[in-house]
């Protein structure tokens, strides 16, 4: 069955420091995977999806199937990046989005 | 912030009593989906629907229903069976009903039980 596994709760890093959020899948095929975002008061949004490979805010993050990681990445982080993030994949479905339980960024100076 | 919209923004519930959860979208997509988000758990689907007239239990639909009478229109009903009702829950939309497309999220409602 797919599955997303974030196994950090909380990551706090000082500003200016590199930051890397994990995450780990399970997925039979090729799977198309995502980061939102969900900023203090704000709506959850996309942050950056695999298959555009954009750099979003400076984030990026690469597919790596030999690991079945799609890890989050940053090579400065910023105060404005202090967020909930989240990394999920279609679910068995193919369409509704399966979400890991979340990792906490907090960027202080 | 428009596009989709829920309401209300804080619902306070007796036990025992059926409440009605409103989702709106007017960006036209095709798709639906209700998830709860609890602390430490992160977002649950509850129930999905990819077409009007046409909807899936999630994961943890028990409790739950919705109907999809209208494109525009998702409504998530809580009933008294949830044993615990108590999260806030976010509505979203995406364009394609088939293949995993981007997600967009209303603002969510808070409800409590009392």
């Known amino acids: 069955a797919q599955r997303v596994t974030q196994p950090e709760k909380l990551l706090s890093v000082f500003k200016g420091a590199p930051v890397e959020l994990k995450c780990n899948y399970s997925y039979s095929g090729s799977p198309e995977l995502f980061w939102y975002v969900q900023y203090s008061r704000q709506r959850l949004q996309l942050l950056l999806r695999h298959i555009s490979r954009e750099s979003i805010k400076g984030f990026t993050a690469d597919l790596n199937k030999g690991e079945t990681s799609f890890h989050l990445k940053k090579p400065f982080a910023q105060e404005e990046d202090s967020a909930m993030y989240y990394c999920a994949l279609p679910g068995e479905a193919g369409t509704a989005l399966i979400f890991g339980k979340g990792t906490t960024l907090s960027v202080s100076s | ?114």
């Open chain 2, 1 to 114: 912030d428009g596009g989709i919209t829920q309401s209300p923004k804080y619902l306070f519930r007796k036990e025992g009593q059926n409440v009605t959860l409103s989702c709106e979208q007017n960006l036209n997509h095709d798709a639906m989906y209700w998830y709860r988000q609890d602390p430490g758990q992160g977002l649950r689907l509850i129930y999905y629907s990819q077409i009007v007239n046409d909807f899936q239990k999630g994961d943890i639909a028990e409790g739950y229903s919705v109907s999809r009478e209208k494109k525009e229109s998702f409504p998530l009903t809580v009933t008294s069976a949830q044993k615990n009702p108590t999260a806030f829950y976010l509505c979203a939309s995406s364009r394609q009903g088939v293949t995993a497309d981007t997600q967009y999220f209303g603002p969510g409602t808070r409800l409590t039980v009392l």
